[in-house]
């Protein structure tokens, strides 16, 4: 829900449908940018209730403005997924069943989550991965402070640095000992520091997979993704 989220979503989004369409072509989107700053690192229950009236608040106006679906551009912000869906008459597309989906789709049995505290820690998340047939290691604590950490005090800044690249490598080599078969990146901004494309493990980009689940619902292709 950072401006970086912003951004990301919106450069993939777009690539996708110029690359499914034409050179032309920009993906027809309402984007209703919130401010994070009272939306970050939530504990309480009210907290949680107050982002959910939110997002709640936001999901409406995007749906009178003529959104045909939403998608919550923050993997911690899932938390609240159930009551937007139930606010509002569109679908929501969540990011967790495009991510399972997929996995289950190329067989993967076994994986690590990286996110956010509440990402890696909570079940809102995790359990959604479990029901397409996938087993999740448990998160390592002294792990989770430092992810939670680069996350908010770097990433969500727009900053990458050398530091957080190596700290997720070798995160990533020790989650391949473990056992996992893949890595699932459960915050959109780690792409600032892992490479999707090039590592020791697949990497199912929570972002990159939304915005396609997106992407297909705009050009009225397969939605089972969604």
């Known amino acids: 829900m950072s401006w970086v989220s912003t951004r990301t979503y919106y450069e993939h989004i777009n690539k996708l449908v110029q690359a499914r369409t034409s050179t032309l072509s920009s993906a027809p989107l309402l984007i209703e940018s919130l401010d994070f700053a009272g939306l970050a690192r939530l504990s309480t229950p009210e907290e949680w209730n107050h982002a959910?009236?939110?997002?709640?608040?936001?999901?409406?106006?995007?749906?009178?403005?003529?959104?045909?679906?939403?998608?919550?551009?923050?993997?911690?912000?899932?938390?609240?997924?159930?009551?937007?869906?139930?606010?509002?008459?569109?679908?929501v597309i969540h990011i967790a069943d495009a991510v399972g989906a997929r996995?289950?789709?190329?067989?993967?049995?076994?994986?690590?989550?990286?996110?956010?505290?509440?990402?890696?820690?909570?079940?809102?998340?995790r359990k959604r991965l479990v029901a397409h047939g996938v087993t999740l290691l448990p998160p390592v604590m002294d792990n989770v402070d430092e992810i939670d950490r680069i996350i908010y005090e770097e990433l969500m800044q727009g900053r990458a640095t050398r530091s957080a690249e190596r700290t997720f490598?070798?995160?990533?080599?020790?989650?391949?000992?473990?056992?996992?078969?893949?890595v699932v990146l459960g915050c959109t901004e780690l792409d600032m520091v892992i490479d999707v494309d090039a590592n020791v493990l697949p990497i199912y980009d929570g972002t990159r997979i939304h915005a396609e689940a997106a992407?297909?619902?705009?050009?009225?292709?397969?939605?089972?993704?969604?």
């Open 215 to 226: 992407v297909d619902w705009i050009l009225g292709g397969e939605q089972s993704a969604a």
């Open 103 to 125: 996995m289950q789709a190329a067989g993967v049995k076994t994986a690590a989550l990286i996110g956010s505290r509440n990402v890696m820690v909570e079940s809102f998340y």
């Open 169 to 182: 490598k070798t995160l990533l080599t020790t989650m391949g000992q473990a056992g996992a078969q893949a």
């Open 52 to 91: 959910a009236q939110v997002l709640v608040q936001s999901a409406t106006r995007l749906e009178q403005a003529g959104a045909s679906a939403i998608v919550i551009g923050a993997n911690s912000m899932h938390k609240v997924y159930d009551q937007v869906a139930a606010s509002v008459a569109v679908p």
